[in-house]
């Protein structure tokens, strides 16, 4: 499965992804509100790949390329939750925004869920922009519903259905 985008290529995940995504997936800045801590060897980052190959063409989780490199990952690691991880090197481009945004096209184009969630670090200021500009609206929020290397995260929800995707498609 492949989505091209203006900047960005998103497809399948490949064995030989392991030094790209290896390269995100242990570098402390991008995993600061990732679900796990960084990862510390290259075998951690082959099972965390070998999982997401696993999962098969028909899941909706794309590694990220751009000029043929791969920067990162989003799209549904579970539906309806969407997920996303860039390499800090290409922060701060729209990269992310993009990603996401051809992800949720992708998804609601092909399956017939109406509802996607999304949960968010309430200090993760960056990401929970990239939410609310692509729609998201907040619909809760817990406490410590994360624990990751001993510390314990907090949770903000957030949604966003199919026909509020639409509508923001055609305005």
């Known amino acids: 499965m492949e989505i091209v985008t203006a900047r960005l290529k998103l497809r399948s995940a490949r064995a030989d992804d392991l030094e790209a995504m290896?390269?995100?997936l242990s570098d402390p800045r991008a995993t600061r509100w990732w679900s796990t801590p960084p990862h510390e060897s290259l075998e951690q980052t082959r099972v965390w790949l070998d999982s997401m190959i696993a999962n098969g063409p028909d899941q909706p989780d794309f590694v990220i390329e751009r000029n043929g490199v791969v920067i990162g990952k989003a799209g549904f690691w579970k539906l309806p939750e969407v997920g996303?991880?860039?390499?800090?090197?290409?922060?701060?481009?729209?990269?992310?925004?993009?990603?996401?945004?051809?992800?949720?096209?992708?998804?609601?184009?092909?399956?017939?869920?109406d509802d996607l969630i999304a949960d968010v670090d309430p200090e993760n200021a960056a990401?929970?922009?990239?939410?609310?500009?692509?729609g998201f609206v907040r619909t809760g929020f817990a406490e410590r519903t994360w624990e990751i290397a001993g510390e314990?995260?907090?949770?903000?929800?957030?949604?966003?259905?199919?026909?509020?995707?639409?509508?923001?498609?055609r305005t």
């Open 127 to 134: 990401s929970i922009r990239l939410l609310e500009r692509l």
């Open 152 to 169: 314990w995260k907090d949770s903000l929800y957030y949604g966003l259905s199919r026909v509020d995707w639409s509508t923001r498609q």
């Open 84 to 113: 996303y991880i860039l390499h800090p090197d290409h922060w701060g481009q729209g990269f992310a925004a993009e990603a996401v945004a051809a992800a949720i096209s992708h998804v609601f184009a092909i399956r017939g869920i």
């Open 22 to 24: 290896h390269a995100v």
